[in-house]
């Protein structure tokens, strides 16, 4: 499924209206093999995964290149150059995924082989552009775990994908569960969704959006006497497939009007473009609903993509300052020290950082890698799922995250994505801006 990365996102440009795809492949691809050993001497090698939208950029003038590669390697230049991890230095494995592939499922089983049978990587830094379950099955058989550092928040699977995958951290998100449980338990005690309501689910039919759909949002919406009226989208596989889906959104603002919706939840990985397309249809019909949102619209180059008539209803969930609100609140102490440790080890790298875009880049870049850099210190410097994944449950509460509000995270056993806090948002007409309407609460 398509998404955009808008300005505040950083990823896809800063006007991009088509951009990042998110495919979810076979479940049981062929896998990396088992019998993983960590090593035990010798640099730490890390798999640095990006995607590749050139040609997008030839095709639509809408994509560019992932940024995250040069922050990737300026934060792991900084780990080496305070000594590495036990002594040991760690060594960059470079590996790109063409965006533009008409079968991710086959590019990405490619990309595992390499990083497991070519090469020997301990664990595998991935800018999450696309979400790919057979990616994360062939590393997960493999025995190497994954860090996503592009989330922004955004989820990576349900609970069951992540029981199925042990080694999927993803160091800024939430699992698809929670954060269908954000939007729903924090819009009914805003008293956004008063019991009669009756929200429009726009859903991409994959496995897991459909347990989440069935486990998690109609007992919810049951249990508040709110109504669901459901249409789906096909769940992508390849580039090809994002076309039709991108046109059926903006005809089901019709659909929805017609059927007297009066609120919009988008049940996909890609909550971002999806609302903008959809935003487009509703805005054509000349309709506004309530948009239930984990992420707003609210950073300023975000709020420039859609007309005003659709920005007024919507109502966010999340967990990220920097994309939820148009004016972030002052982080706290330790999280500012935080940052401005991430800013001065990729200046020292060379890296320009002067745009809000560019520092977002480098905090989930420098998030992604000090987090494997406390869980390889816990883990006695060993890799893999075995191991690693252990040594970053061993973190708790410890880790001050450079995004998330207030800097807090959470890992633990069975505890693998580290966003712990979000709060409710909205537009404010007075300021034309989004700003936060309660305090931080648990994802939950």
Known sequence: MMRIRNAALAVCGVVALAACGGVQG?????????????TTSGPIQIGVLITDTRAETARNGVGIVSPYRDAAHAMIEAVNARGGVKDRKLEVVDEAIDFSSPNHDTAFEAVCQRFTKDKNVQAVVYDGLIYNDS???????????????????????????????????AVNAVSMDDRVKSIMNKAIAAKYLPSGSKIGVVIEDCPYNDRVYDSTLKPLADKAGVELVKAGVKCAHGYADNGPTLALIQSLALKFKSEDIDSVMFLTLYENGLVYYFAQ??????WSPQYLLFHPQGGAGSMKLYPVDQLTNMRGFGGMPDV????????????????????????????????????????????????????????????????????IEKIGTDFVSALTLNGATKFGPGRHTGMELTAASSYDPACKCFSYNTQPAPVG
Request: one cysteine or more; charged letters at 15%.
């Open 281 to 286: 249809g509703a805005h054509a019909q000349k």
């Open 135 to 169: 990616f994360n099955s062939c590393l997960s058989k493999a025995g190497v775990p994954i860090l996503f550092m592009g989330q922004m928040g955004s989820p990576v699977g349900d609970e069951t994908d992540l029981k199925n995958y042990p080694g999927v951290i």
């Open 26 to 38: 076979s479940t049981d691809p062929q896998g990396g093999g088992s019998g993983f050993s960590p």
């Open 324 to 391: 939820d609100v148009t004016q972030p609140p002052a982080p706290s102490a330790a999280q500012a020290k935080v940052r401005t440790e991430c800013l001065a080890d990729a200046r020292t790298a060379g890296l320009g950082v002067q745009k809000i875009t560019d520092q977002i880049t480098v905090f989930q870049a420098c998030d992604a890698i000090r987090l494997l850099q406390l869980g390889l210190t816990n883990s006695g410097g060993l890799g893999g799922t075995e191991k690693l994944v252990p040594g």
